[in-house]
């Protein structure tokens, strides 16, 4: 079954507030096989949501529509449906009877008369109940069109959506003999490779997903995702193809995959620490406690993480990392040489087998023409051998900081993993 999702908003469509509606309707109807074609969002004009309907149902037959079932005079999704369907609008008092107990369980009496708006149906339309609001979901189901509508609550309209929509969607498709299938996705994690890199490494990779899976490339300060989704198969046939598809790309990254789905980079590193029962320190400068931070936000890093310093000053670097003062005078603070020292100084002083340094030039102020803004030298020690990187970020000095804390994890992860 293939329908469209709209979201009804001038909130929306300015951007003043996020529309995690469409996501959330456009994973959970994928996980119910249904296939979503195309997400609109539309401001709060009948007109627009007049229109944008009438097209939905003239493409695919079937559209979910979240927002303006409200209270309020902007709320006029159910009017602008109902002329679309040519239905006129009825009170329903088993709906007005709900109101007023919820507004009396509430300690709210009179109920504002506004609400009773909510308690106007187009004629002929299945009401779903709302568990968590007020305003009812409506089906509108009419010469084989299919709307269905949703309050804009996120809460309300995920409960409904999981509660009502989900088990009538797939009861329609049985009816219609459409067999079970599913859309599924996995994501292949990668770090320290640029998209662009990706896709050289790939090339002609069509031929390596099969029929039913496709690939999109997802970049992000950490790094780039691979969308792996497989289309319209029964679930057991999508997880084999995702499975096949995920098996012929990871060799032509080069040991650049560090996880799937939402897995941390931190949580891997610490992870590969305590399988080697290894412990981990950091030395930061540039960062000033982003990787520290990172790291202990994986519940229990304590069992391979134990502590760090931030030396963010060169009396710091001195004193607590031990680093000598010819480094700095000879080569400043950011370089090779300083960050090899931040990291045998962390780890000589914690006691492990592990240690990550940071120092650079985040920015905006402070670059030169042999250090420009986003210089940042990386030195990871993995069991006494040291290794040093040198990276230029772009972008301003939160990106900046972030990608060295990112790159800085997948240097070490990629030391232990090419550790004999």
């Given at each position: 079954?293939?329908?469209?999702?709209?979201?009804?908003?001038?909130?929306?469509?300015?951007?003043?507030?996020?529309?995690?509606?469409?996501?959330?309707?456009?994973?959970?109807?994928?996980?119910?096989?249904?296939?979503?074609?195309?997400?609109?969002?539309?401001?709060?004009?009948?007109?627009?949501?007049?229109?944008?309907?009438?097209?939905?149902?003239?493409?695919?037959?079937?559209?979910?529509?979240?927002?303006?079932?409200?209270?309020?005079?902007?709320?006029?999704?159910?009017?602008?449906?109902?002329?679309?369907?040519?239905?006129?609008?009825?009170?329903?008092?088993?709906?007005?009877?709900?109101?007023?107990?919820?507004?009396?369980?509430?300690?709210?009496?009179?109920?504002?008369?506004?609400?009773?708006?909510?308690?106007?149906?187009?004629?002929?339309?299945?009401?779903?109940?709302?568990?968590?609001?007020?305003?009812?979901?409506?089906?509108?189901?009419?010469?084989?069109?299919?709307?269905?509508?949703?309050?804009?609550?996120?809460?309300?309209?995920?409960?409904?959506?999981?509660?009502?929509?989900?088990?009538?969607?797939?009861?329609?498709?049985?009816?219609?003999?459409?067999?079970?299938?599913?859309?599924?996705?996995?994501?292949?994690?990668?770090?320290?490779?640029?998209?662009?890199?990706?896709?050289?490494?790939?090339?002609?990779?069509?031929?390596?997903?099969?029929?039913?899976?496709?690939?999109?490339?997802?970049?992000?300060?950490?790094?780039?995702?691979?969308?792996?989704?497989?289309?319209?198969?029964?679930?057991?046939?999508?997880?084999?193809?995702?499975?096949?598809?995920?098996?012929?790309?990871?060799?032509?990254?080069?040991?650049?995959?560090?996880?799937?789905?939402?897995?941390?980079?931190a949580a891997v590193v610490l992870g590969l620490l305590e399988t080697a029962r290894a412990s981990l320190a950091t030395a930061e400068s540039c960062t000033g406690g982003?990787?520290?931070?990172?790291?202990?936000?994986?519940?229990?890093?304590?069992?391979?993480?134990?502590?760090?310093?931030?030396?963010?000053?060169?009396?710091?670097?001195?004193?607590?990392?031990?680093?000598?003062?010819?480094?700095?005078?000879?080569?400043?603070?950011?370089?090779?040489?300083?960050?090899?020292?931040?990291?045998?100084?962390?780890?000589?002083?914690?006691?492990?087998?592990?240690?990550?340094?940071?120092?650079?030039?985040?920015?905006?102020?402070?670059?030169?023409?042999?250090?420009?803004?986003?210089?940042?030298?990386?030195?990871?020690?993995?069991?006494?051998?040291?290794?040093?990187?040198?990276?230029?970020?772009?972008?301003?000095?939160?990106?900046?900081?972030?990608?060295?804390?990112?790159?800085?994890?997948?240097?070490?992860?990629?030391?232990?993993?090419?550790?004999?």
């Open positions: 079954m293939d329908c469209e999702i709209l979201t009804v908003g001038t909130e929306l469509v300015l951007g003043l507030t996020v529309n995690t509606n469409a996501a959330d309707l456009g994973r959970a109807l994928a996980a119910a096989g249904v296939r979503v074609t195309r997400s609109t969002s539309v401001g709060d004009e009948p007109a627009l949501v007049a229109d944008a309907v009438r097209s939905a149902l003239g493409r695919t037959g079937v559209v979910i529509v979240s927002g303006g079932l409200g209270p309020t005079k902007d709320d006029l999704t159910k009017t602008a449906v109902a002329e679309v369907f040519g239905k006129r609008l009825v009170r329903d008092e088993a709906i007005v009877q709900r109101l007023r107990e919820a507004f009396r369980a509430r300690g709210v009496q009179p109920m504002p008369e506004a609400n009773l708006v909510q308690a106007d149906v187009p004629e002929g339309a299945v009401v779903l109940p709302n568990t968590r609001g007020t305003a009812p979901g409506l089906w509108i189901e009419d010469a084989g069109r299919l709307a269905v509508l949703l309050p804009g609550v996120p809460k309300e309209m995920r409960a409904l959506l999981e509660q009502e929509v989900v088990p009538r969607l797939q009861e329609r498709a049985a009816r219609a003999s459409e067999p079970r299938i599913v859309v599924k996705s996995r994501t292949l994690r990668t770090a320290g490779i640029g998209e662009s890199a990706i896709a050289d490494k790939l090339g002609e990779y069509h031929a390596l997903l099969g029929e039913h899976v496709t690939l999109a490339f997802l970049p992000s300060l950490a790094g780039t995702d691979l969308r792996l989704t497989a289309w319209n198969l029964p679930e057991p046939a999508a997880d084999a193809a995702l499975e096949k598809a995920a098996a012929a790309l990871q060799p032509k990254l080069g040991g650049r995959v560090y996880g799937a789905g939402d897995e941390d980079l982003l990787l520290g931070a990172r790291i202990t936000a994986v519940p229990g890093s304590s069992r391979a993480y134990r502590g760090g310093v931030v030396a963010y000053g060169n009396d710091v670097k001195l004193a607590a990392l031990g680093v000598s003062a010819d480094a700095l005078a000879l080569h400043g603070a950011v370089s090779e040489e300083v960050a090899r020292e931040m990291a045998s100084g962390v780890a000589g002083a914690l006691g492990v087998d592990a240690a990550i340094a940071i120092t650079g030039i985040a920015g905006p102020e402070g670059g030169t023409e042999a250090k420009p803004v986003g210089t940042v030298w990386i030195a990871v020690l993995w069991r006494d051998r040291v290794r040093a990187f040198t990276h230029v970020f772009p972008g301003d000095r939160e990106d900046v900081r972030g990608r060295a804390a990112q790159w800085a994890l997948d240097h070490l992860r990629r030391a232990i993993q090419d550790a004999p």
